[in-house]
């Protein structure tokens, strides 16, 4: 250090400096070349809590537009020195409530630039000078008037250390800005590209020197191949992540795309101010987040498909195109008069067929009775465009025409098949309707959409608390069979028994009825009356199972299965309907 | 993936094995399949017994959760009273199972059940009842099994 200095190293200011050039190896000393006790330092700015700081929208302005790149890199630069600062903040203080804040805990560096005059210590005080891109004005002149007062209350002694120490201190506190609930660092919007930027690189710095322990192939691995997740900032490594996601979004299992780690979800998420998702909705990753990993752009395709897919899924007025080639979704975009209907068909049901007692939500649209009157019966193909009829899956005829669901002579064998397989070997949850196959494991199902717990075996709704029960009261038709198929419903057997209601219809236990009249269970395990094999009986009786639990199909099927109400007149060309079960 | 995980987490427990629990592999070919040997915790009906657990780790672990049973039969709410000896609870439910959940928290939670069973989410009504209606004879009983099927 000293040999910087030349001749001038005996010099009580130039020792000062190698000191604490020393101290502070990127201080670089004699930085303008005319005055040798000059120095210069950026000092980092890393508030321990982090700095909030909002910045102001602009009046109309849609808040897309924050968002956009700075068009060049001298417009920041322009913005130094901070002297539009202020008066942008000024010019909108009505807007402050639109304001969008951000914490940040990396900011660009306020640089010291500083030289010793002769005389110094003893006589003059020395020069500081500050600049820093964000800092507003007022504080900065705070900060440099700081400089001599330190030189003073030493006692005019050499001061620069002490003072670099005080700009540490002073902005691991983040200068003291925005710390009360009501004053919060406004800093002009011009610059909010480039500060978001350098805090965000600042960490993936940070980031990618440390190492991290992935909780999944519990190796050490180096940050450059980790990814921390955004919302809950848990971190796992690259590898890993895009195996399990892969194989979730391959297997169609979108739900488990959202962090690995036990327990996670359950604590509120730790990230910065807007984060507008509630925590127990939906903790699935964004594709775009899944894109940052990274996975493969086909993969994340199909997971915003499979997304979207589930949305329409789970929207019972969902239709779909009748063209083969297309089959897009068509939704009933006013959801007002939807919902009123599948009450009121449900409740007109109920009297007229007493014995067809289902979960009143499956008698949404397969029920002619609830069909929807003929001038909403309009569907438009959100894909292709192309205008339909919701219940005779015609090209569009008009409100004044009334037709009818297509008979099930018209399904092609194949098609036929695919039914009948899925009413044999899968169950629809009693909530949602979408239907399961279990692969393996107990007859406690819990829905992969909405979470209902079910019983596998007939359907009928299981308490959350006590799901068990069901299997352990003897009057229910399940008595002791939990682990019926346990290795899964592969087509063996039909599952579809019929929970020992009557007429297929799901029994729901209580508890009070089985603590009304309890009873010693009977000895042995054995299953009640219904013979589970189904693939053995009649095919009349089999006919009429599909009958009644046609009700129960999920909406791709329900659309398949509207068509097949027999005794309707139609006039539809089959042909156009191959390959209805490729909604799969 | 899978081996590399199994292995790791196999020699975990064997360099610091949880108390009152041996583990081995039936076949030393096969890392999916592990045998555990656990103590009847002290305090527990259990005491004095030792149970055998099989712990089946799926090819797809640890995207999907292992499945564990008793080989010993035991009289216990949350296993199956049958020659399965299934359990179906907690984190060992797909729809409840994380991927960095360890094996090593799976035979944790199957000890912490010895300890205290959870009649509210039970496979054998009857025994959970018991439990909860008359804590006595389900004592009583889980002793008799355990001097009866879980001797040393």
New interface residues.
Partial sequence: MADDLGEEADDERALELSTVGAIYPELSLNASGSDPFSACLDLAVEPLKGLLIQFPTAEGAPPETEFTPPSSTEEGASAQHNVEGKPATDAFPATSTTQDAHRLSHLPPLTLVLSLPDGYPAEKPPVFYLSSQWLPDKKLRELRAAGHTIWDDMGKDQVVFAYIDHLREAAERGFDLGQGEAEVLEVSTDLKVALLDFDLKAKRAKFEKETFEC????EPKKGTVCHRLLLCSHV?CV??LQ??YN??ITEGDISNVK??????GSEPTSSIVATPKNPEEDRTLEPSELLKIPLEQETVQRYVKLKRKKRLESDPTTVYCPRQWCQGPARIPNKKSVKAEPEQGAAGENGKEPDQVVNPDAYRISNPEALPPPAERLAICEDCGFAFCRVCKASWHGEYFVCFPRSQFELTAEERASENYMMLHTQPCPTCNARAQKTY??N?M?C?RC?THFCYLCGAYLER?????H???WKSGCYMR??EL?RGDDGEFGQGFQGGGADGEPVEWSDEESDDEERP?PPAPAAPAVPRQHGQQAPAQRAREVNVRRRNANPGLQRALRMIQDDEEDEWDSDEMDDLDDWE | ?AQ??IV??YSELQKKPLDGMRISLPSEADMHQWQILIDGPKGSPYEGGVFTLHLSLPT?Y??KPP?LSFKTKIYHPNV?N?D?G?M?LG?L???EW?????IE?VLSFAKALLLEPQP???????I?REYKENKKEFIKNAKAWTKQYAKK
């Fill in positions: 909780g999944i192939c519990l796992f590898e890993c195996d399990f194989s979730c962090c690995m780690a036990p327990k996670c494991g107990c406690h819990i992969f979470n608390g006590n799901p068990y029960q299997y352990n009261n939990l682990w346990e269970p | 993936m590399k995980r790791k987490e797809e640890p995207f499945t199956t049958d399965k299934s179906c984190m439910r797909a729809d994380k991927p960095s959940s360890k928290a509210d989410d039970a496979v054998e009504g009857g959970a």
